[in-house]
């Protein structure tokens, strides 16, 4: 069997260039995946926008120090005070008067319930025995 040197060098130097094609898609893929990734959690984020006058809820950082299970992370409500175009909010304590300046990530909508709903009238009776 005649086989060529030029065409071994040849097929040795496509093998080459496929194994580098192979290495630069590997090199894209996480890239790729990662964009993905971001664009699917990018689509649920909820922009959140605040009037003034608005009652909201403030997270407090502070809790995980002291780490209650049970107790609210949320403080409040608040009212919004004024709204800034780079994302700070100036809320109102409604109990003392502090006014102060939060960024709008910390905040959330305060959604309150109307005293008729939360009332629910039940008569609870005495359970009746008998003595059989």
């Known amino acids: 069997m005649n ?6 060098g040849i097929h040795r130097r496509l093998q080459l260039s496929e194994l580098e094609e192979l290495r630069n898609d590997a090199y894209d893929n996480p890239g790729i995946c990662k ?3 971001k664009a699917y959690h990018d689509k649920h984020i909820l922009r959140k926008s605040f009037q003034v006058g ?10 995980h120090l002291f780490p209650g299970k049970l107790r609210s992370r949320w403080d409040g409500p608040y009212v919004v005070h004024n709204v800034y175009s780079h994302g700070a909010v100036k809320i109102l304590n409604p109990g ?3 006014i102060f300046k939060v960024n709008d990530q ?11 709903t939360m009332e629910e009238v039940m008569d609870l009776h005495e359970p009746l025995y008998s003595d059989d």
């Not at 608005?54 to 809790?63: A, C, E, G």
């Not at 910390?106 to 008729?116: A, D």
């Open 54 to 63: 608005d009652k909201v809820l403030l997270y407090n950082s502070r809790l």
């Open 106 to 116: 910390r905040l959330k909508p305060f959604i309150e319930l109307s005293t008729t």
């Open 3 to 8: 086989f060529d040197l030029s065409d071994a």
């Open 96 to 98: 003392n008067g502090d």
């Open 35 to 37: 964009a993905k990734t």
